[in-house]
């Protein structure tokens, strides 16, 4: 009998630590309230795959955000991932933080919350370490989260940790590891994202819906579109009308649209090395932008009105793109 006893709280036990599992992969997306000025207008920046120290223009691109972001008056910084090169960060005192970013991006319009997410090559690091609290005590503008939500009064901005969905990742890492912590087993953790993005949205009242991830779901530049995320991901954000897909990932910059809804897929990923030459379906008939160089992006909205700005590493306006939210015309 005792051991029939032993056996049952071993099962119970086993049972709840599934349950406890379950219950913090399923956890509902942490939100986070960002105040706009009284003109009623959301301006922020765009921008990706940097972390070099400072190398590979680098710095150039970070001068220029930080002039362009005086001119808007901006409100916060979007990195779509790779922040850190070659294999993200090592601990929470790793030097590279501060070398690649609390010392690189030190004009005054940039001391603003920076909300970024994870890429492949932070995956590479210490994940847990590039999330931490601890990061914000070192410098308060960093927010590095999984997948998450940023409401403003004009737009919701949903955060998605797109690596896991990737299975090269898994399948064949290559001579590259991964720290796959808190994502394992992969399955689970993405169908619970898209769960948690799709329930999101669903709820969604905000005038524009923007999702930012690390990788592309249309692209023509090196790694062009990702499979998994056009399969999954991709009819989640059109049933529930969302506005703007922007990512890094590729070395570039580009704007595709949606070939069945008003998506814009916006691609910031330009922040330091570039010019790969590696290009796919220029002719792509969506295809409304392209610049294989170093760059960053611009973000204004209104209640009714958007504006997408593209600039090179010199701070030159290389495509301006808008859009009414009452017209629905393009420019």
Known sequence: MGCNIRNRLMLVNLLAAILSLSCQISAKLQRFEQRIKNDEKLRFLVVGDWGRQGDFNQSDVAFQMGRIGKELDIDFVVSTGDNFYDDGLKDENDPAFAESFTNIYTAKSLQVPWFSVLGNHDYRGDTVAQMSPALRKIDSRWLCLRSFIVNTEIAELFFVDTTPFV?????????????????????????????????????????????????????????????????????????????????????????????????????????????????????????????????????????????????????????????????????
């Open 167 to 331: 299975e090269e990742y898994f399948t064949n890492p290559e001579e590259h590891t991964y720290d796959w912590r808190g994502v394992v087993p992969k399955r689970r953790y993405t169908d619970h994202t898209l769960k948690d993005v799709e329930s999101a949205l669903k709820t969604s009242r905000a005038k524009w819906k923007i999702v930012v991830g690390h990788h592309a779901i249309r692209s023509v530049g090196h790694h062009g579109d990702t499979p998994e995320l056009v399969n999954h991901l991709l009819p989640i954000l059109q049933a529930y009308n969302v506005d703007f897909y922007m990512n890094g990932h590729d070395h570039c910059l580009e704007q595709i649209s949606d070939h069945t809804s008003p998506i814009q897929f916006l691609t910031s990923g330009a922040g330091s090395k570039a010019w790969r030459g590696d290009l796919k379906n220029l002719n792509e008939e969506t295809l409304k932008f392209f610049y294989d160089g170093q760059g960053f992006m611009s973000v204004q909205l209104t209640k009714s009105d958007a504006e997408i700005v593209f600039y090179d590493v010199m701070g030159r306006v290389l495509h301006r793109w808008t859009r009414s939210k009452e017209l629905h015309s393009d420019m």
